[in-house]
């Protein structure tokens, strides 16, 4: 899939400071699912999903996920962070063949 | 129900003459060209013949491979009569057995039944509402014969019924009516009170859809979309890329072009949607092919008919050869097909299954305007399907062949649709189960 690992983030229009902000987040994924053979057993391969999803706001940390093969493909996560400061809120998305895909959005203040 | 064709010295000035009256004219077949497609091979409606001469339907990965060619299909070439009415009576030594009855009632592989009649029982799911609630039907005190002949072919007594005629196309036997009637004269009220309002169709929530379709974080073909930009900018090997004739971009340079489409074309004789075009037009000029349902095809229609997101439907049908192709494409609305011997007309039309429950899925109706959020994003298939991948989708279990997706056939049909929506907004990709 060419358009693995697109990451798209919306947030609200208007943003005050102090408020508590919903961010949406959405990534073009196939979050690969336990595949079986005839037989039913399990095939052993290694699958490609996301693992980690950490979001960072003004450099620090603020949320992490560990997510699984149970989560859909083209997975949405979304989140609440209280907005204290001008500046970019980045979202990382990390898969087990070590891909990692990044989204900002920058927050800013009307 | 292949119509009489219409000379064409008296269709033109009746068509020219009678414009309120034009959808009630006899379409007109002999002006059809013969049309070669330019799909991806799964999406052409080949039938193969295996070695052992078994025929095999070619359709998508994961869709059925039955072979249905014995039954009419949405071809202009296919004037095969309708399926004839059988009068049929109940088969002598067969004892009825309720239990296998209601087996056979509720079997998938079948009907089944199911999907447009409500019976009791908690394992009925889900249970559709475009026939009768039979939940009480032995009530009615109707004979066995007279039940038989209405599963067998109940066009006897109701010559525009939606229900098949199901012994008349071989898909119960005469033995498996007699216990699918045994089955239904057990039914006696009063019917058990529901537990679950989701289990009768009547009291069933009707879905509410998927949010915002044009929200990017909601609908992933919005950002599969943006994989046309490049496409728009590559050169293909005839040195022209899309963005050397259609300056400013996809955005300004298709503005209000989808609002237009489908239409009737001169230079290729027949309708076109968008996405007919492109499969012709982007290999003309850039020598790039872009085969109809080609993961390319379907990013690049989804991003053309983006840039007349909010506008509305205008298409123009005031040309003879339009017009003649709305008649063609409404007669294809209302012509049984298939094993089902089922008409679009059947579910999509509010006079018969149109916001009715088909099985757990609720049935669009026609004069909603079904085609201006096309190519949208299916969330049970997590792909994106144009309009004619929907309609081959719809056709499959109807027991038919389908035909090619850029087929002229669909094209005129697809008219036909667009015309309910002609003055609402375009909004493109949408969002659906």
């Known amino acids: 899939m060419s358009d693995i690992g697109k990451v798209r983030l919306r947030i609200p229009s208007s943003i005050k400071a102090g408020d508590v902000v919903r961010v949406r987040s ?70 087990t063949t070590g891909g990692r895909y990044e989204g900002t959005a920058d927050i800013k203040f009307s | 129900m292949r119509l009489a064709t219409t000379p064409r010295w008296l269709a033109i000035p009746v068509l020219a003459v009678g414009c309120a009256t034009m959808a009630s004219d006899a379409p007109d077949y002999t002006s059809v060209p013969a049309w070669t497609t330019r799909a991806v091979p799964e999406a052409r409606g080949d039938v193969r013949t295996l070695p052992g001469g078994k025929r095999q339907a070619v359709r998508y990965k994961g869709w059925t491979a039955a072979d249905f060619g014995k039954f009419r299909t949405y071809a202009y070439v296919d004037t095969r009569p309708d399926i004839p009415v059988q009068r049929a009576a109940m088969p002598n030594g067969v004892a ?5 009855g209601r087996a056979l009632f509720m079997l998938r592989a079948k009907g089944p039944c199911t999907g447009c009649h409500l019976i009791p029982g908690d394992d009925v799911w889900p249970a559709g509402s475009v026939g009768p609630d039979l939940s009480t039907i032995a009530d009615r005190r109707l ?192 012509r049984r097909v298939g094993e089902r011997n089922h008409a679009c007309a059947d579910c999509h039309t509010p ?22 959020h096309f190519p949208t994003w299916r969330t049970d298939r997590t792909e994106v399907w144009d309009m004619r991948k929907r309609m081959q989708w719809c056709m499959t279990p109807l027991g038919m062949n389908m035909l090619p997706s850029d087929s002229i056939e669909y094209a005129e049909l697809e008219l036909y649709l667009t015309t309910f929506d002609v003055g609402k907004p375009i909004s493109v990709p949408g969002i659906r189960h």
């Open chain 2, 143 to 334: 004979t066995n014969d007279y039940l038989f002949q209405q599963v067998y072919d109940p066009r006897v007594v109701f010559p525009q019924t939606s229900m098949p005629p199901w012994g008349a196309v071989g898909v119960f036997t005469p033995e498996e009516i007699v216990h699918i009637v045994a089955f239904l004269q057990t039914l006696k009220g009063p019917a058990p009170p529901e537990k679950d309002p989701d289990r009768n169709p009547q009291t069933r929530k009707k879905p509410v859809g998927f949010g915002d379709n044009l929200d990017p974080t909601n609908n992933p073909a919005v950002l599969l979309a943006e994989d046309a930009e490049p496409q728009w900018q590559a050169k293909g090997p005839a040195g022209k890329a899309c963005a050397d004739c259609h300056t400013g971009g996809p955005e300004k340079s298709m503005k209000g072009v989808a609002t237009r489409y489908p239409r009737f074309l001169p230079q290729y004789k027949r309708v076109m949607s968008i996405e007919d075009f492109l499969t012709v037009h982007g290999p003309e000029m850039t020598g790039t092919p872009l085969p109809a349902e080609s993961e390319a095809h379907l990013t690049m229609a989804v991003r053309v008919k983006m840039a007349s997101n909010g506008m509305p439907v205008a298409i123009d049908t005031s040309s003879p050869e339009a017009r003649a192709a709305l008649t063609r494409g409404k007669a294809s609305f209302y």
């Open chain 2, 96 to 100: 009825g057995d309720p239990k296998k």
């Open chain 1, 26 to 95: 959405l990534i073009i994924h196939p979050m690969e699912r336990i595949e079986r053979d005839a037989q039913g057993k399990i095939i052993d391969k290694k699958y490609n999903y996301i693992t980690k999803v950490t979001v960072t706001y003004l450099g620090k940390a603020v949320v992490s996920f560990d997510t699984t093969q149970s989560v859909s493909e083209n997975p949405f996560f979304s989140f609440a962070f209280r907005a204290t400061d001008p500046g970019p809120l980045k979202v990382l998305f990390t898969d």
């Open chain 2, 351 to 372: 006079e018969k299954g149109a916001n009715k429950f088909l099985g757990g899925r609720l049935l669009g109706n026609v004069t909603d305007g079904l085609t201006r």
